[in-house]
């Protein structure tokens, strides 16, 4: 077994689009992270929905999560309103190279970058000189069901 086998297709925006248009694929979809390709369609950034949350939410209750438990859910509707207007990249505002791995990686090799980086995703991806393409994407699930057998 190979990441080419490993991999599958996976939602992506660019870190040009719309940032609320991006959260609500997120939702939606129940993805883990946000995958954002460039102009050029190679991969840009894996996000983890958790970085993307605490970009949502004041940074003095990141900071101290006691004073979430008292603040008023009116204003929760402000949250939407703070992507309104913003761009993938604004809302990201740290995009990380993202975890990658050429089509013959190893499901070990795929498992270690996981957990080194703390994604959610491995993209996969093939070169051709200076062309990259996308195969696709490595989600936790995969190498998970390969090492225990599951289906």
């Known amino acids: 077994m190979r990441a080419r ?52 939410i004041p940074a003095y209750i990141a900071e101290d999560p006691l004073l979430a438990g008292v603040v008023d859910e009116r204003n929760d509707a402000e949250i939407a309103e703070r992507l309104t207007g913003l761009t993938v990249a604004e809302w990201a505002r740290q995009l990380y190279p993202p975890p990658v791995v050429g089509p013959d990686a190893r499901p070990m090799e795929v498992a270690a970058l996981m957990a080194r980086t703390h994604s959610p995703l491995v993209a996969v991806i093939e070169r051709d000189g200076h062309q990259v393409t996308l195969l696709g994407t490595v989600t936790a699930a995969r190498p998970t069901q390969h090492f225990i057998g599951a289906p």
């Open 5 to 56: 086998d490993l991999a599958e297709s996976y939602p992506f925006v660019t870190s040009d689009d719309d940032a609320i248009d991006a959260a609500r694929m997120l939702a939606g979809q129940s993805l883990p992270a946000l995958l954002v390709l460039d102009a050029d369609g190679q991969p840009h950034a894996i996000v983890p929905g958790p970085q993307l949350i605490r970009q949502l």
